[in-house]
């Protein structure tokens, strides 16, 4: 019953920016730590960005100083500002988030569909 939703994906120019922007929906008591994490055929996922609950960020190493993570609990939603964009930074994004569906229950890994991003001119 919980759902995410990523948007904002698209081809920009190298050099370019572009923001991401995932929703969670549904049966949801409390949301944890959520971040961002993306995949380009024949690799395996890497992680790219995560905040916490308590708003701490880590970063994954190709990417620090060009891309930040927010978000806004009482929204329910999680941000990737991406700036300084390459092509190597092509790839299928996905949102993660571990939550509770109803208090006492143990946390779980939810994960969106995923959005393109294509850095190319």
């Known amino acids: 019953q919980v759902q995410l939703v990523e948007s904002g994906g698209g081809l920009v120019q190298p050099g370019g920016s572009l923001r991401l922007s995932c929703a969670a929906s549904g049966s949801i008591f409390s949301l944890n730590t959520m971040g961002w994490y993306r995949q380009v055929p024949g690799n395996q996922r890497e992680l790219v960005a995560t905040i916490t609950s308590d708003y701490i960020r880590n970063y994954g190493d190709s990417v620090k100083g060009r891309f930040t993570i927010s978000r806004d609990n009482a929204k329910k939603m999680v941000y990737l500002q991406m700036n300084s964009l390459k092509a190597e930074d092509t790839a299928v994004y996905y949102c993660?988030?571990?939550?509770?569906?109803?208090?006492?229950?143990?946390?779980?890994?939810?994960w969106g569909q995923g959005t393109q991003v294509t850095v190319s001119s």
């Open positions: 993660k988030c571990k939550a509770k569906r109803y208090p006492g229950a143990n946390e779980f890994d939810y």
